[in-house]
């Protein structure tokens, strides 16, 4: 049903680009979503993904910057050169420069992240339970490579 016609729109690069994220102690989600032409925003694509052990023993600041992180990274052929939103419940990263931190704690997911042109806007977590439900059934193994979800 996430996957039918009804519920996922096709990509289109002319709308806006909105990112719902969320972490947990199972994984990470995502849900990429575009303002339709009636002014609703409708989801284009999903992704989950599972924390591995080191993972799981980070503070919750971390894991959320490294759900944007992935969403980002998952579908950067949508987004490089473009301005997004990322839609969080996190409520610390709403007011903290993301791009701007060099502290040991965000280490490399500030360094990628600056590469790009968002803006992080908080949600109450109510409204985020697409992400919710994806970082609490993650799909991808965090050790999975690439590669090995191109063989067939």
């Not at 970082?135 to 999975?144: A, K």
């Amino acid at each position: 049903m996430l996957c039918s016609q009804l519920v996922l729109e096709i990509f289109d690069r002319d709308l806006p680009i909105k990112i719902y994220t969320d972490a947990s102690l199972q994984g990470i989600g995502a849900v990429l979503k575009q303002t339709q032409e009636d002014g609703k925003d409708k989801p284009v694509a999903y992704f989950s993904k599972k924390l591995n052990e080191t993972q799981k023993r980070k503070k919750a600041i971390y894991l959320e910057c490294l759900a944007i992180k992935e969403a980002i990274k998952y579908w950067q052929h949508w987004l490089i050169g473009r301005y997004f939103e990322i839609h969080s419940d996190h409520k610390p990263l709403e007011n903290m420069n993301i791009k701007a931190r060099t502290d040991e704690e965000l280490g490399d997911l500030t360094h990628y992240l600056s590469q790009y042109d968002f803006k992080i806007i908080y949600i109450p977590g109510k409204d985020n339970t697409e992400a919710d439900c994806l970082s609490r059934n993650p799909v991808l193994e965090s050790n999975i490579e690439e590669e090995d979800l191109l063989k067939t």
